[in-house]
């Protein structure tokens, strides 16, 4: 599982809102964990991914945002190769904890939905850390 | 003569007997039930811990009808991607979403935000006016498994009253005129 990102900070009124590109290349069926060596079985309809923001800042001890997320039904390609992707959501911190803050960590985790039965969620294995620059930039177009 | 009204006698008062019978049969079904529902309440910490999903805001994973299984443990942290069942301050319906966003304070205080999966937008339009967060209060248990359509008959109940009451009679006729061997 690997991440690439590029990443600025625009100042809001109130609060930080980051801005992140980034890549994704995971394969699902495989994971390193053997139990979770074939997870589409029988069972499974769908998996319902996203991709966190996780970080800590003055105000608030942990904070997690969902950028974006994404639908695997079973039959689907396993295999995600994704590219130059924008965030789906904005990615707002509740006050200014993201200007200058070295460690956000991302991560891909899952939703396994069965047919019928518990629904776990699962965290992927690779994770990646940004840092925010210490000043806010012009946005660029986005 | 006196041996046929004897036996008349004995049969009104063993039906009497027997019908008395039945229905305490019956309560205690009704009492065992409420003591199951109850006790569920307990273990799951949660006040509601079987609710049935009423929209298709969570589609394609649940759709209106299916079952949901929930906790409510206290010590449980509210993490992003989980899927909580939530009632608005001043509304009873439950919603069934995803958690989208979390800011916990070191106290353990925390904010969050939910969406559906097949909303366009958060839920921030479904909160009471002014309120941009929930809080574990708000928070009624945590969807930990799930069964499809079998919730389909407490909807079909609900928007169809008749049925309901149907099914009411039937059930009380068939446990009143059961006979016990």
Same mark, same amino acid.
């Given at each position: ?20 590109? !980034? ?9 390193? /964990? ?7 079985? +029988? %069972? $499974? ?44 959501? !904005? ?9 200058? /803050? ?7 985790? +899952? %939703? $396994? ?30 | ?181």
């Amino acid at each position: 599982l690997r991440k690439n990102v590029e990443d600025f900070t625009g100042p809001r009124e109130r609060s930080d809102l980051g801005f992140i590109t !980034f890549d994704i290349t995971a394969d699902i069926l495989n994971g390193k /964990n053997g139990l979770q060596a074939f997870i589409f079985d +029988w %069972n $499974v309809k769908q998996l319902f991914l996203y991709l966190t923001a996780e970080y800590s800042t003055r105000k608030n001890a942990l904070n997690q945002v969902v950028l974006w997320d994404k639908i695997m039904l079973r039959g689907d390609n396993p295999r995600l190769f994704l590219k130059d992707m924008k965030t789906k959501y !904005f990615f707002f911190d509740d006050g200014n904890g993201l200007k200058g /803050n070295r460690n956000i960590t991302l991560t891909l985790s +899952w %939703n $396994v939905v069965p047919n019928a039965g518990i629904l776990p969620l699962v965290t992927g294995s690779g994770h990646v850390s940004v840092p925010f620059p210490d000043t806010y930039e012009t946005p660029k177009s986005y | 003569c006196p041996a046929a009204m004897d036996l008349f006698g004995d049969l009104r008062r063993m039906n009497k007997r027997q019908l008395y019978y039945q229905v305490l049969n019956f309560a205690m079904i009704v009492s065992s039930a409420l003591m199951i529902w109850k006790g569920l309440i307990v273990i799951t910490g949660s006040e509601s811990p079987i609710v049935v999903v009423l929209s298709g805001s969570m589609e394609p994973a649940f759709h209106r009808g299916d079952l949901l299984f929930l906790t409510n443990f206290h010590d449980d942290p509210i993490r992003a991607g989980e899927i909580v069942v939530f009632k608005v301050e001043g509304r009873d319906i439950p919603i069934v979403h995803r958690v989208i966003k979390i800011h916990e304070r070191e106290n353990g205080n925390i904010k969050f935000l939910t969406k559906g999966d097949n909303n366009e937008v958060d839920d921030r339009g479904l909160y009471k006016e002014g309120q941009n967060w929930l809080e574990k209060k708000d928070v009624v248990g945590r969807a930990r498994g799930f069964l499809p359509y079998v919730g389909m008959v407490t909807i079909i109940m609900n928007d169809y009253p008749k049925f309901k009451y149907a099914l009411l009679a039937v059930m009380g006729a068939y446990v009143l005129l059961k006979r016990e061997s």
